[in-house]
Protein backbone atom coordinates (compact mmCIF):
# COMPACT_ATOMS: atom_id res chain seq x y z
CA UNK A 1 0.00 0.00 0.00
CA UNK A 2 1.01 3.31 -0.26
CA UNK A 3 0.54 6.61 1.02
CA UNK A 4 1.12 9.04 -1.75
CA UNK A 5 -1.09 11.74 -2.42
CA UNK A 6 -1.98 12.80 -6.05
CA UNK A 7 -3.74 15.53 -7.91
CA UNK A 8 -7.14 14.95 -10.03
CA UNK A 9 -8.00 18.13 -11.85
CA UNK A 10 -11.42 17.36 -13.24
CA UNK A 11 -11.99 14.34 -10.80
CA UNK A 12 -15.78 14.90 -9.98
CA UNK A 13 -16.41 14.04 -13.63
CA UNK A 14 -17.00 10.33 -15.59
CA UNK A 15 -13.68 8.65 -16.00
CA UNK A 16 -12.33 11.04 -12.98
CA UNK A 17 -14.69 10.11 -10.48
CA UNK A 18 -14.10 6.28 -11.55
CA UNK A 19 -10.36 6.96 -11.70
CA UNK A 20 -10.57 8.42 -7.99
CA UNK A 21 -11.81 4.93 -7.08
CA UNK A 22 -9.10 2.89 -8.50
CA UNK A 23 -6.80 5.40 -6.78
CA UNK A 24 -8.05 5.22 -3.22
CA UNK A 25 -8.47 1.28 -3.66
CA UNK A 26 -4.81 1.35 -4.48
CA UNK A 27 -3.96 3.51 -1.26
CA UNK A 28 -3.24 6.58 -3.01
CA UNK A 29 -4.87 9.94 -1.29
CA UNK A 30 -6.99 11.84 -3.93
CA UNK A 31 -7.07 15.58 -3.90
CA UNK A 32 -9.69 16.82 -6.23
CA UNK A 33 -10.20 19.98 -8.34
CA UNK A 34 -13.21 20.76 -10.25
CA UNK A 35 -15.34 23.52 -11.41
CA UNK A 36 -18.35 21.05 -11.54
CA UNK A 37 -19.00 23.11 -14.75
CA UNK A 38 -19.97 19.25 -16.31
CA UNK A 39 -20.13 17.18 -13.25
CA UNK A 40 -22.13 17.36 -9.12
CA UNK A 41 -20.51 17.48 -6.18
CA UNK A 42 -22.05 14.19 -5.59
CA UNK A 43 -19.93 12.23 -7.53
CA UNK A 44 -17.55 12.49 -5.08
CA UNK A 45 -19.76 11.78 -2.20
CA UNK A 46 -20.37 8.44 -4.04
CA UNK A 47 -17.07 8.13 -4.71
CA UNK A 48 -16.23 8.04 -0.61
CA UNK A 49 -19.24 5.46 0.11
CA UNK A 50 -17.92 3.09 -2.29
CA UNK A 51 -14.35 3.00 -1.25
CA UNK A 52 -15.30 4.31 2.44
CA UNK A 53 -12.43 7.22 1.96
CA UNK A 54 -12.28 10.70 2.03
CA UNK A 55 -11.55 12.76 -0.89
CA UNK A 56 -10.32 16.39 -0.71
CA UNK A 57 -12.18 18.28 -2.56
CA UNK A 58 -11.42 21.83 -3.89
CA UNK A 59 -14.18 23.41 -6.08
CA UNK A 60 -12.08 25.70 -8.42
CA UNK A 61 -10.86 26.20 -12.12
CA UNK A 62 -7.75 25.55 -13.59
CA UNK A 63 -7.46 28.78 -15.00
CA UNK A 64 -6.75 30.24 -11.37
CA UNK A 65 -2.80 29.77 -11.37
CA UNK A 66 -2.84 31.67 -8.28
CA UNK A 67 -4.76 28.87 -6.75
CA UNK A 68 -2.96 26.18 -8.40
CA UNK A 69 -0.02 27.33 -6.87
CA UNK A 70 -0.92 27.96 -3.88
CA UNK A 71 -2.24 23.79 -3.73
CA UNK A 72 1.26 22.54 -5.51
CA UNK A 73 3.26 24.79 -3.16
CA UNK A 74 1.12 23.68 0.36
CA UNK A 75 1.50 19.98 -0.88
CA UNK A 76 3.82 17.56 -2.44
CA UNK A 77 1.65 15.46 -4.68
CA UNK A 78 3.52 12.37 -5.93
CA UNK A 79 1.13 12.98 -9.43
CA UNK A 80 -1.23 14.59 -11.73
CA UNK A 81 -3.93 13.67 -13.36
CA UNK A 82 -5.35 15.67 -15.71
CA UNK A 83 -8.94 15.23 -16.87
CA UNK A 84 -10.24 18.83 -16.19
CA UNK A 85 -11.53 19.82 -20.00
CA UNK A 86 -14.75 19.98 -22.15
CA UNK A 87 -15.40 17.77 -24.74
CA UNK A 88 -18.03 18.07 -26.99
CA UNK A 89 -16.68 17.96 -30.36
CA UNK A 90 -20.08 19.77 -31.73
CA UNK A 91 -19.84 22.56 -29.50
CA UNK A 92 -16.05 23.01 -29.93
CA UNK A 93 -16.65 24.03 -33.38
CA UNK A 94 -19.50 26.64 -32.50
CA UNK A 95 -17.49 27.94 -29.44
CA UNK A 96 -13.58 27.00 -30.14
CA UNK A 97 -12.30 30.19 -28.60
CA UNK A 98 -13.71 28.44 -25.01
CA UNK A 99 -12.52 25.26 -25.77
CA UNK A 100 -8.96 26.53 -26.74
CA UNK A 101 -9.20 29.26 -23.65
CA UNK A 102 -10.45 26.07 -21.13
CA UNK A 103 -8.47 22.97 -22.60
CA UNK A 104 -5.32 24.66 -23.58
CA UNK A 105 -4.64 27.59 -21.59
CA UNK A 106 -5.93 25.47 -18.70
CA UNK A 107 -3.15 22.92 -19.34
CA UNK A 108 -0.51 25.49 -19.41
CA UNK A 109 -1.52 27.04 -16.40
CA UNK A 110 -1.55 23.23 -14.92
CA UNK A 111 1.83 22.98 -16.45
CA UNK A 112 3.30 26.05 -14.93
CA UNK A 113 2.04 26.04 -11.99
CA UNK A 114 3.35 22.71 -11.89
CA UNK A 115 6.98 24.13 -13.22
CA UNK A 116 7.42 26.10 -10.48
CA UNK A 117 6.33 24.04 -7.99
CA UNK A 118 8.37 21.27 -8.59
CA UNK A 119 5.92 19.04 -9.47
CA UNK A 120 6.84 17.26 -12.92
CA UNK A 121 4.62 13.88 -13.18
CA UNK A 122 1.74 13.77 -14.73
CA UNK A 123 -0.77 11.77 -16.47
CA UNK A 124 -3.13 13.62 -19.57
CA UNK A 125 -6.34 12.61 -20.86
CA UNK A 126 -6.65 12.89 -24.48
CA UNK A 127 -8.33 11.22 -27.04
CA UNK A 128 -7.99 9.27 -29.78
CA UNK A 129 -9.65 11.57 -31.71
CA UNK A 130 -5.93 13.01 -32.07
CA UNK A 131 -5.81 10.79 -35.07
CA UNK A 132 -8.23 11.86 -37.36
CA UNK A 133 -9.57 9.77 -40.61
CA UNK A 134 -7.31 6.26 -39.72
CA UNK A 135 -5.19 5.39 -42.89
CA UNK A 136 -4.45 2.07 -41.38
CA UNK A 137 -6.11 0.19 -38.66
CA UNK A 138 -6.11 -0.89 -35.84
CA UNK A 139 -4.71 2.56 -34.42
CA UNK A 140 -1.20 2.27 -33.03
CA UNK A 141 0.45 5.37 -30.95
CA UNK A 142 2.56 6.05 -34.44
CA UNK A 143 -0.29 6.72 -36.59
CA UNK A 144 -0.43 10.47 -38.11
CA UNK A 145 -2.18 12.82 -35.86
CA UNK A 146 -4.39 14.93 -37.86
CA UNK A 147 -7.40 16.19 -35.80
CA UNK A 148 -10.83 17.40 -37.96
CA UNK A 149 -12.47 19.58 -34.98
CA UNK A 150 -11.36 21.64 -32.55
CA UNK A 151 -11.75 19.64 -29.49
CA UNK A 152 -9.34 17.25 -31.25
CA UNK A 153 -6.89 20.16 -31.91
CA UNK A 154 -7.04 21.58 -28.09
CA UNK A 155 -5.91 18.12 -27.07
CA UNK A 156 -2.98 17.84 -30.25
CA UNK A 157 -2.13 21.38 -28.55
CA UNK A 158 -1.51 20.04 -25.11
CA UNK A 159 0.10 16.87 -26.90
CA UNK A 160 2.60 18.56 -28.53
CA UNK A 161 3.40 21.40 -25.40
CA UNK A 162 4.01 18.04 -23.69
CA UNK A 163 6.59 17.31 -26.08
CA UNK A 164 7.98 20.37 -26.36
CA UNK A 165 8.41 20.90 -21.98
CA UNK A 166 9.89 17.17 -21.47
CA UNK A 167 12.40 18.15 -24.36
CA UNK A 168 13.91 21.23 -22.47
CA UNK A 169 13.52 19.29 -19.04
CA UNK A 170 14.02 15.79 -18.91
CA UNK A 171 13.28 15.50 -15.20
CA UNK A 172 9.68 15.42 -16.42
CA UNK A 173 7.58 12.19 -16.55
CA UNK A 174 4.62 12.60 -18.17
CA UNK A 175 1.88 9.70 -19.89
CA UNK A 176 -0.05 10.65 -22.82
CA UNK A 177 -3.17 8.55 -23.11
CA UNK A 178 -5.06 8.22 -25.62
CA UNK A 179 -8.89 6.96 -25.12
CA UNK A 180 -11.00 5.34 -27.55
CA UNK A 181 -14.76 5.53 -26.49
CA UNK A 182 -15.55 4.80 -22.97
CA UNK A 183 -18.77 3.59 -21.99
CA UNK A 184 -19.90 1.46 -18.77
CA UNK A 185 -20.22 2.28 -14.77
CA UNK A 186 -18.83 1.19 -11.70
CA UNK A 187 -20.41 -1.96 -10.93
CA UNK A 188 -21.64 -0.44 -7.91
CA UNK A 189 -24.32 1.38 -10.25
CA UNK A 190 -23.25 4.46 -7.82
CA UNK A 191 -21.36 6.47 -10.20
CA UNK A 192 -21.50 7.06 -13.96
CA UNK A 193 -21.74 9.16 -17.03
CA UNK A 194 -24.37 11.87 -16.40
CA UNK A 195 -24.32 14.49 -19.12
CA UNK A 196 -25.50 17.36 -19.26
CA UNK A 197 -27.73 18.18 -22.19
CA UNK A 198 -29.27 15.95 -25.09
CA UNK A 199 -25.91 12.97 -25.32
CA UNK A 200 -24.03 13.15 -28.04
CA UNK A 201 -22.34 9.83 -28.07
CA UNK A 202 -24.51 6.83 -28.35
CA UNK A 203 -24.04 5.10 -25.24
CA UNK A 204 -25.84 7.33 -22.60
CA UNK A 205 -28.12 8.54 -25.74
CA UNK A 206 -28.84 4.39 -26.05
CA UNK A 207 -29.64 4.08 -22.33
CA UNK A 208 -31.82 7.28 -21.90
CA UNK A 209 -33.66 5.48 -24.62
CA UNK A 210 -34.14 2.46 -22.79
CA UNK A 211 -35.17 3.77 -19.31
CA UNK A 212 -37.51 6.07 -21.27
CA UNK A 213 -35.81 9.16 -21.54
CA UNK A 214 -35.74 9.15 -25.15
CA UNK A 215 -37.99 8.32 -27.76
CA UNK A 216 -36.00 6.13 -30.11
CA UNK A 217 -32.44 6.23 -30.87
CA UNK A 218 -31.05 7.60 -34.28
CA UNK A 219 -28.28 5.75 -36.05
CA UNK A 220 -26.21 7.86 -37.70
CA UNK A 221 -25.70 6.18 -41.18
CA UNK A 222 -26.02 2.61 -42.52
CA UNK A 223 -24.02 2.57 -45.26
CA UNK A 224 -20.40 2.57 -44.15
CA UNK A 225 -18.07 0.14 -45.18
CA UNK A 226 -18.63 -2.31 -42.20
CA UNK A 227 -20.35 -5.85 -41.80
CA UNK A 228 -23.74 -3.80 -41.26
CA UNK A 229 -22.88 -0.60 -42.58
CA UNK A 230 -23.01 1.22 -39.13
CA UNK A 231 -20.30 2.70 -37.44
CA UNK A 232 -17.54 0.53 -35.69
CA UNK A 233 -15.71 1.96 -32.67
CA UNK A 234 -13.70 0.43 -29.60
CA UNK A 235 -15.62 0.81 -26.55
CA UNK A 236 -13.92 0.51 -23.38
CA UNK A 237 -14.97 0.01 -20.03
CA UNK A 238 -14.47 2.92 -17.74
CA UNK A 239 -13.30 0.65 -14.93
CA UNK A 240 -10.82 -0.54 -17.38
CA UNK A 241 -9.17 2.66 -18.09
CA UNK A 242 -9.29 4.13 -14.86
CA UNK A 243 -7.39 1.22 -14.09
CA UNK A 244 -5.02 2.24 -17.06
CA UNK A 245 -4.45 5.00 -15.12
CA UNK A 246 -3.26 3.98 -12.03
CA UNK A 247 -0.82 1.67 -14.25
CA UNK A 248 0.31 4.76 -15.88
CA UNK A 249 0.74 6.52 -12.40
CA UNK A 250 3.13 3.61 -10.93
CA UNK A 251 5.24 3.07 -14.41
CA UNK A 252 6.00 7.15 -14.37
CA UNK A 253 6.99 6.20 -10.60
CA UNK A 254 10.10 4.33 -12.22
CA UNK A 255 11.08 6.41 -15.02
CA UNK A 256 11.24 9.81 -16.55
CA UNK A 257 10.19 10.94 -20.22
CA UNK A 258 7.04 10.46 -22.32
CA UNK A 259 4.52 7.64 -22.71
CA UNK A 260 2.13 7.83 -25.48
CA UNK A 261 0.25 5.32 -24.89
CA UNK A 262 -3.34 3.78 -26.97
CA UNK A 263 -6.43 2.76 -24.13
CA UNK A 264 -9.16 0.56 -25.85
CA UNK A 265 -9.41 -3.33 -25.85
CA UNK A 266 -8.52 -3.73 -29.54
CA UNK A 267 -11.72 -4.74 -31.04
CA UNK A 268 -14.34 -2.92 -32.65
CA UNK A 269 -18.03 -3.50 -32.10
CA UNK A 270 -21.09 -1.81 -34.34
CA UNK A 271 -23.63 0.81 -33.61
CA UNK A 272 -26.18 -2.34 -34.10
CA UNK A 273 -24.02 -4.47 -32.50
CA UNK A 274 -24.10 -2.17 -28.91
CA UNK A 275 -27.92 -1.79 -29.54
CA UNK A 276 -28.73 -5.70 -29.66
CA UNK A 277 -25.99 -6.26 -26.60
CA UNK A 278 -28.10 -3.55 -24.63
CA UNK A 279 -31.36 -4.67 -25.37
CA UNK A 280 -29.96 -7.92 -24.05
CA UNK A 281 -28.70 -6.51 -21.19
CA UNK A 282 -31.32 -4.02 -20.17
CA UNK A 283 -34.24 -6.55 -20.75
CA UNK A 284 -35.77 -2.96 -22.84
CA UNK A 285 -36.21 -1.96 -25.93
CA UNK A 286 -34.20 0.51 -27.79
CA UNK A 287 -36.04 1.49 -30.58
CA UNK A 288 -34.61 3.53 -33.37
CA UNK A 289 -34.29 5.42 -36.95
CA UNK A 290 -31.73 5.08 -39.17
CA UNK A 291 -30.67 8.70 -40.24
CA UNK A 292 -28.01 10.50 -42.12
CA UNK A 293 -24.51 10.50 -41.48
CA UNK A 294 -23.03 12.63 -38.79
CA UNK A 295 -20.10 15.34 -40.21
CA UNK A 296 -16.85 14.03 -39.26
CA UNK A 297 -17.68 10.52 -38.57
CA UNK A 298 -15.75 7.47 -39.96
CA UNK A 299 -16.56 3.83 -40.78
CA UNK A 300 -14.13 1.86 -38.26
CA UNK A 301 -11.90 3.14 -35.30
CA UNK A 302 -10.16 0.80 -33.15
CA UNK A 303 -7.11 0.67 -31.19
CA UNK A 304 -3.45 -1.12 -31.31
CA UNK A 305 -3.00 -1.96 -27.70
CA UNK A 306 0.52 -3.68 -27.67
CA UNK A 307 2.05 -0.58 -26.46
CA UNK A 308 0.13 -0.04 -23.08
CA UNK A 309 0.11 -4.15 -22.67
CA UNK A 310 3.83 -3.70 -22.76
CA UNK A 311 4.54 -0.69 -20.94
CA UNK A 312 1.71 -1.07 -18.70
CA UNK A 313 1.17 -4.39 -17.97
CA UNK A 314 -2.19 -3.37 -18.78
CA UNK A 315 -5.53 -5.10 -20.60
CA UNK A 316 -9.04 -4.18 -20.66
CA UNK A 317 -10.57 -6.68 -19.52
CA UNK A 318 -14.29 -6.16 -19.14
CA UNK A 319 -16.97 -7.53 -22.36
CA UNK A 320 -19.36 -5.67 -23.96
CA UNK A 321 -22.01 -7.85 -22.12
CA UNK A 322 -20.84 -5.98 -18.45
CA UNK A 323 -20.19 -2.72 -20.36
CA UNK A 324 -23.84 -2.68 -21.26
CA UNK A 325 -25.19 -4.36 -17.87
CA UNK A 326 -23.15 -2.07 -15.55
CA UNK A 327 -24.45 1.45 -17.95
CA UNK A 328 -28.15 0.01 -16.99
CA UNK A 329 -27.59 -0.94 -13.32
CA UNK A 330 -25.62 3.38 -13.52
CA UNK A 331 -28.86 4.26 -15.43
CA UNK A 332 -31.99 2.41 -13.83
CA UNK A 333 -30.31 3.52 -10.41
CA UNK A 334 -29.80 6.97 -11.52
CA UNK A 335 -32.58 7.88 -13.79
CA UNK A 336 -31.78 11.65 -13.98
CA UNK A 337 -28.23 11.26 -13.08
CA UNK A 338 -27.00 12.89 -10.05
CA UNK A 339 -29.77 15.18 -9.87
P1 LIG B 1 -16.39 15.04 -17.87
O1 LIG B 1 -16.94 16.26 -18.47
O2 LIG B 1 -17.30 14.10 -17.20
O3 LIG B 1 -15.22 15.42 -16.84
C1 LIG B 1 -14.41 16.56 -16.98
C2 LIG B 1 -14.42 17.29 -15.65
O4 LIG B 1 -13.59 18.45 -15.74
C3 LIG B 1 -15.81 17.78 -15.23
O5 LIG B 1 -16.05 17.37 -13.91
C4 LIG B 1 -15.73 19.29 -15.34
O6 LIG B 1 -16.56 19.93 -14.41
C5 LIG B 1 -14.25 19.53 -15.10
N1 LIG B 1 -13.72 20.76 -15.70
C6 LIG B 1 -13.82 21.18 -16.99
N2 LIG B 1 -13.17 22.33 -17.15
C7 LIG B 1 -12.60 22.65 -15.94
C8 LIG B 1 -11.80 23.72 -15.49
N3 LIG B 1 -11.44 24.73 -16.28
N4 LIG B 1 -11.42 23.71 -14.20
C9 LIG B 1 -11.78 22.73 -13.37
N5 LIG B 1 -12.54 21.68 -13.75
C10 LIG B 1 -12.94 21.65 -15.02
O7 LIG B 1 -15.56 14.29 -19.02
P2 LIG B 1 -14.89 12.86 -19.02
O8 LIG B 1 -15.61 12.02 -19.99
O9 LIG B 1 -14.69 12.36 -17.64
O10 LIG B 1 -13.50 13.22 -19.68
C11 LIG B 1 -12.34 13.48 -18.90
C12 LIG B 1 -11.20 13.88 -19.84
O11 LIG B 1 -10.99 12.82 -20.77
C13 LIG B 1 -11.48 15.13 -20.66
O12 LIG B 1 -10.30 15.88 -20.75
C14 LIG B 1 -11.89 14.58 -22.00
O13 LIG B 1 -11.60 15.48 -23.05
C15 LIG B 1 -11.03 13.32 -22.10
N6 LIG B 1 -11.61 12.30 -22.98
C16 LIG B 1 -12.89 11.86 -22.77
C17 LIG B 1 -13.44 10.91 -23.62
C18 LIG B 1 -14.85 10.42 -23.43
O14 LIG B 1 -15.41 9.86 -24.36
N7 LIG B 1 -15.47 10.58 -22.28
C19 LIG B 1 -12.67 10.40 -24.68
C20 LIG B 1 -11.37 10.86 -24.84
C21 LIG B 1 -10.84 11.80 -23.99
C1 LIG C 1 -17.03 10.97 -30.54
C2 LIG C 1 -16.25 12.18 -30.98
C3 LIG C 1 -14.79 11.99 -30.62
C4 LIG C 1 -14.64 11.69 -29.11
C5 LIG C 1 -15.49 10.45 -28.79
C6 LIG C 1 -15.44 10.09 -27.36
C7 LIG C 1 -17.44 13.03 -32.97
C8 LIG C 1 -17.38 13.23 -34.45
N1 LIG C 1 -16.39 12.36 -32.41
O1 LIG C 1 -16.52 9.86 -31.21
O2 LIG C 1 -14.06 13.15 -30.93
O3 LIG C 1 -13.28 11.43 -28.78
O4 LIG C 1 -16.85 10.74 -29.16
O5 LIG C 1 -16.04 11.08 -26.59
O6 LIG C 1 -18.35 13.46 -32.30
N2 LIG C 1 -24.02 7.15 -33.03
C9 LIG C 1 -25.30 6.97 -33.50
N3 LIG C 1 -26.31 7.66 -32.87
C10 LIG C 1 -26.11 8.49 -31.81
C11 LIG C 1 -24.78 8.65 -31.32
C12 LIG C 1 -23.76 7.97 -31.97
O7 LIG C 1 -25.53 6.24 -34.45
O8 LIG C 1 -27.05 9.09 -31.31
C13 LIG C 1 -22.92 6.39 -33.67
C14 LIG C 1 -21.85 7.26 -34.29
O9 LIG C 1 -22.17 7.61 -35.61
C15 LIG C 1 -20.62 6.34 -34.18
C16 LIG C 1 -20.89 5.54 -32.89
O10 LIG C 1 -22.30 5.63 -32.67
O11 LIG C 1 -20.59 5.44 -35.25
C17 LIG C 1 -20.15 6.07 -31.68
O12 LIG C 1 -20.43 7.47 -31.56
P1 LIG C 1 -19.92 8.33 -30.31
O13 LIG C 1 -20.28 7.65 -29.06
O14 LIG C 1 -20.39 9.73 -30.51
O15 LIG C 1 -18.33 8.25 -30.42
P2 LIG C 1 -17.35 8.63 -31.64
O16 LIG C 1 -18.11 9.02 -32.85
O17 LIG C 1 -16.37 7.54 -31.79
Known sequence: MTDTSV???GGAGYIGSHTCVELLNAGYRV???DNLSNSSKRSLERVEQITGK?????????????????????????GVIHFAGLKAVGESAQHP???YDNNVTGSLRLLQAMQETGHKRLIFSSSATVYGLPKALPLTEDH???????????????EDMLRDLMASDPAWSVAILRYFNPVGAHKSGLIGEDPNDTPNNLMPYVSQVAVGRREKLTVHGDDFETPDGTGVRDYIHVVDLARGHVRALEALFKRTGCLTLNLGTGRGYSVMEMREAF?????????????????????????DCTRSAEELNWRAQHTIE??????WRWQSMNKTGFD
Request: net charge negative; hydrophobic share 45%.
Open 144 to 158: QTNPINPYGRTKLVV
Open 279 to 303: EKASGRDVPFVVGPRRAGDVATSYA
Open 7 to 9: LVT
Open 54 to 78: AVEFIEADILDAELLVGLMKKNAFG
Open 322 to 327: EMCADT
Open 31 to 33: TVI
Open 97 to 99: LKY
